[in-house]
């Protein structure tokens, strides 16, 4: 039996698309949010798009559980995995947002602000519909450990990747987000950045993952990651002030030393327009996994109709402020990290 064809009122599951006029201001204001001074490089963008990953990275395709929907970070149950230490600064710079327009859930916000900062750094368009729900409660969390591990190997990233349904040059594609931001020491373990601008999606990471010569260096806390320093800016610059590394980890450079993964390592270093092709169809499967639609586009997953998830409050028929929302409600999660967010280093 069909599903009845959605109605008006049925606004907060619709499935948007970023074209989608009632998006627009959703979108500006995800734009105006990205510029961030006293964050990593002044952008928040690579690390929304590190949130959407990870929110859809969850996704185990022989038990259909994880993936996008539902916004289980909100939870410690999923947000307290190892491997989602950091992301609490995504979600503080989302909430204003979630305040302003309390009628799109945290699944769509999240998982639309990575569409939109991939393209606003450069990056391809990537197909996004709506329609997702959150959790009500952290009984629908992924398990954690399902996320990729940095410092394992060719093995590790198919185990991880063939889980959610992915092939080895999908594998690669999706490696290539390591264009966007860097590692910090307190979160993943590793620090640094992989290329010399953190904040343009580009092809550069595979260029340079096979330009130089990395060298393998041992962190304090014993994890290893592999370096490379210019040596004529290393002689250029004042001895305060050195030349920051590039850094790779052990799973990018199993890229470059497993034949499959290399073949598609040397056509993206090769061909930009070829990567940004094959990355928008790939980030854009990502944010479908799990996800289950009618006719319509509405997601039906089992949960929603057993009331496992609750979809956000339809949008107001009048114009809302942030100020009118209650605070007590929406924002909660991000008044601790203010603060610390505006003291971090550049």
């Known amino acids: 039996m069909s599903s009845p064809q959605p109605q008006p009122q049925d606004r907060a599951n619709m499935p948007w698309t ?68 950091g992301l609490q600064h995504a979600r503080a710079f989302l909430e204003p947002i979630k305040r302003q327009f309390p009628w799109i859930t945290y699944a769509d916000l999240w998982t639309l602000a990575a569409v939109v900062a991939i393209k606003e750094m450069g990056g391809p368009e990537v197909s996004w519909r709506g329609g997702r729900t959150d959790f009500t409660d952290d009984s629908k969390c992924p398990p954690r450990g399902r996320l990729p591990d940095g410092s394992k190997g060719a093995d590790h990233l198919r185990w991880i990747f063939y889980r959610m349904g992915f092939n080895d040059q999908e594998i690669v594609a999706l490696s290539g987000a390591h264009n966007l931001g860097r590692c910090h020491s307190d979160r993943s373990g590793f620090e640094g950045k992989w290329v010399n601008n953190p904040t343009r999606f580009s092809n550069m990471y595979f260029k340079l993952l096979k330009m130089h010569d990395w060298k393998k260096k041992k962190l304090a806390n014993g994890l290893e990651q592999f370096v ?108 601790p990290l203010r603060e610390k967010n505006l003291k971090s280093k550049l």
């Not at 799973?251 to 990355?279: C, G, I, N, Q």
């Open 18 to 85: 970023p074209s989608s006029p009632e998006l627009a201001s959703v979108r500006t204001a995800i734009i105006k949010l990205l510029k961030q001074p006293s964050y990593d490089d002044g952008s928040a963008g690579p690390i929304l798009v590190r949130l959407a990953w990870h929110s859809a990275g969850t996704y185990d395709a022989a038990t259909n559980t994880g993936g996008s929907n539902g916004a289980g970070m909100r939870y410690e149950k999923e947000g307290g995995d190892p491997a989602n230490a």
């Open 228 to 335: 490379y320093v210019d040596k004529d800016l290393e002689s250029d610059e004042a001895e305060d002030d050195p030349p920051e590394e590039l850094m790779m980890l052990p799973t990018d450079m199993a890229l470059l030393h497993d034949p499959s993964f290399r073949v598609w390592v040397d056509k993206y270093a090769e061909d930009k327009d070829l990567f940004f092709r094959d990355f928008a169809a790939v980030f854009a499967k990502l944010l479908e996994l799990g996800i289950q639609r009618d006719q319509y586009g509405r997601v039906i997953n089992q949960d929603n109709l057993d009331g496992g998830y609750k979809s956000a409050p339809k949008k107001p028929d009048h114009a809302t402020h942030p100020a009118d929302q209650n605070p007590g409600q929406i924002g909660h999660e991000a008044a």
